[in-house]
């Protein structure tokens, strides 16, 4: 059953931010080496409707991470591919300014993201041509890719 929104329900505003992300493999990959949980990173070939603490929003994504992973009232975050192919993400503009358990979902942690997926990105290119790929974190967050042919 549906019901109608009324006008005192509170309503969870998205952010949609243009990537540069075109592999959902990679991009969830990139999203555990930031802390997510495999296991908190949903697949739909088909978008799904986004959630706010309390309610539905107007928005869609094909990879989402439900708000219990994001933060303690958070939005889910999700990531749907445009017409373009390349994936534009959507964040809670709340979750943009508060500390979640990965976050704030600024600019910067987006930043972190697309560094982690460039190195994830990396590694499927040298797997790709046979090489054995290693990756490593040192607790300071420095990684390591070591690829050998």
């Known amino acids: ?22 592999d959902a493999t990679v991009l969830a990959g990139a999203l555990t080496d930031l802390g997510f949980p495999a296991r908190a990173i949903e697949w739909h070939e088909e978008p799904v409707v986004l959630r706010g603490p309390t309610t539905e929003v107007a928005a869609y994504a094909q990879l989402v991470i439900r708000g219990r992973h994001v933060g303690p009232g958070a939005n889910d ?11 534009h993400a959507l964040v809670g503009t709340m979750d943009q300014r508060t500390r979640g ?21 990396l590694a499927v290119q ?8 290693t990756i490593t974190r040192d607790k300071a967050g ?7 042919g």
Do not use: N
Request: hydrophobic fraction near 40%; charge should be positive.
């Open 77 to 87: 975050l999700g990531f749907i591919r445009g017409r373009d192919g390349v994936f």
């Open 126 to 133: 040298y797997q790709a041509k046979g090489w054995r790929v």
């Open 1 to 22: 059953m549906v019901r109608p929104r009324r006008r005192e329900d509170p309503l969870s505003e998205y952010a949609v931010i243009q990537t540069q992300f075109r």
């Open 142 to 148: 420095v990684v390591e890719l070591v690829a050998e």
């Open 101 to 121: 358990w990965h976050g704030p979902y600024d600019q910067t942690w987006l930043g972190r993201l697309a560094a982690a997926y460039a190195v994830r990105q």
